[in-house]
């Protein structure tokens, strides 16, 4: 079992009134790579800022290995930053920027010209200790930001949107390293992202985000594959919400839900499920099969739209109540059926078991996510 | 001839930036290197032979004290307006915006008013029975008025009065644009406020640092009727015997030379500042 490093205790914050974050609490584990996400404006960057010491709570305590950090200023504390931005000093060298956390330790000439040269080597850039910041490309910055931070080997790493600015191939690269790199030190990394794909890619455990309370706290596959609330599973991923309405209880821990008039067995959810009551099923885009219209099984529908990604083929299907379906299926030359022209009716149906249930959130019901 | 036609605008404006460097800054500048190599000529102000006299007058014990005492007074100027700048344009930088927009404007007010005015004001100000000497007199802190008008002093105040704009507006630039990230990143690798401000704040401000004294020190040797207003016959400045030389002592060569030699002092501090701007990488690779 890892243990707790950083401990955020009823941590809360406000500006001009507003709450940002909510009498938060949350535990990080020693070595693991954690995922702060959430759209902007939840909180994950006020959250990270006070890891790190730069705001301080109107309430809470901040705790690292049993010490109290809450009042520490940033330069005592045993933890760095990689900036969104980078912010390398734009008037150094790389060299200079990489040394300048051991020139502040105060360390000999020869250890920071060591250490500097091993960490350049380890980002793949001891060529290019010479240059200044403006020189160097955004992925090359990046990696600089990177070896600067790591370089007093802090307890902790804090990455704010680290791979925003970069474009998308050098992104999943840079995913690739970061998750190299957390492994080889062994440091716990902080990550703060709004991307949902790069939060389930790389991280041990993510945490949703919403208004500065925290929505879910799982491993990735948790978070996808059971979202806590109808948030997560907007937020993380596309979803299908079809109505459902409950049929019966069973006595096998099973129940049966009425949709779109098919009466289906599901396992019984976490929270109670009385007979008529309305709930949420449910179904990622890839749980959906898309079947001939001559099938007996499932929900009539007609394609309105057809994607082709490369390795899936996905598909927009509008059912004859008008609720739109989003499935998306690997793609298979060899079978014939898979291809449906626009305007041919289809029914819809899905893998038994892949469903996920979720009760009505009157309020929430709403609230739309842009995200 | 046809992209003439083609970009009348075009060849219109580039026509009038041109003609208006040439004729009003190359040729008007040509013409004073021109006279301070020059014979001086009571006639006809200058003539042939060329000679370097005037720059051999320069070393003359009698105006390089001139020189010195008005590069010292500028020296101060500069140093009071950066140590009163500095502070001011970092803490306006932090202000909300609207704040530091009502703010520059009414730094900003004064250059409505002449400056000979305004230094006017400042001798009645100044003044034995001045409006400072009057207050002092009257709170009880000083029982006889202060000398303070014709002194050293009182020119160093008008100029750092007139000049004080000029430092903190591109102070305030390079303070406005300095980001917070950086900051942020210095203490978070374990830096305090001092080696912050030593290592990361002060080489990030220099070129506004530069380009302020550049603003000061120049005209602070060259507003001539500062000192003869405020200053008395013993606090000349580099302008006074510009002035002097040009409308009193019909000597145009020296003149000329001494106008020569600030603006080789101009031509200095610019290239100290392009290099210092070049080194955070501001003007390209």
Redesign the interface.
Known sequence: MKQTLLSLRNLTKQFDGKKVLDSLDLEILDGEFITLLGPSGCGKTTLLRMMAGFEHADAGTITLSGQDLTHTPPENRPLNTVFQNYALFPHMSVFDNVAYGLKMEKRPKDEIQQRVIDALTMVQLEDFAKRKPHQLSGGQQQRVAIARAVIKRPKLLLLDEPLSALDYKLRRTMQIELKRLQRELGITFVFVTHDQEEALSMSDRVVVLKDGQIQQLGTPREVYERPANLFTARFVGETNFFPGRVDATNGDDTITVDVFGLKRNFRKPDFAVNRGQELHVLLRPEDIRVLAPEDHDGVAGEVVERNYKGSTLDSVIHLQDGTEVLASEFFDEDDPAFDYRLGEPVRVSWVDGWEWLLPQEAAAEEASIDA | MRSVMQQPFRTAVLVLVWGWLLFLVLAPNLLVVGASVMTRNPGSFISLPLTLDAYRQLLNPLYLDVFLHSLYMAGMTTLICLLIGYPFAWALSKLPKQRQVLLIFLLIVPFWTNSLVRTYALKLILATNGLLNNALISIGLIDEPMRLLYTEGAVIIGLVYLLLPFMILPLYSVFDDL?E??L?????????RL?TFI??IV??TLPGVLAGVMLVLLPAMGLFFVPDILGGSRNLLVGNVIKNQFLDARNWPFGAAASIVLTVTMAFLMFAHRLSKR????DG?
């Open positions: 980001k990230d950086l942020r990143a210095s203490h978070d690798l374990g830096a305090g080696s290592h990361v080489p990030l080194r955070i990488g501001e690779a």
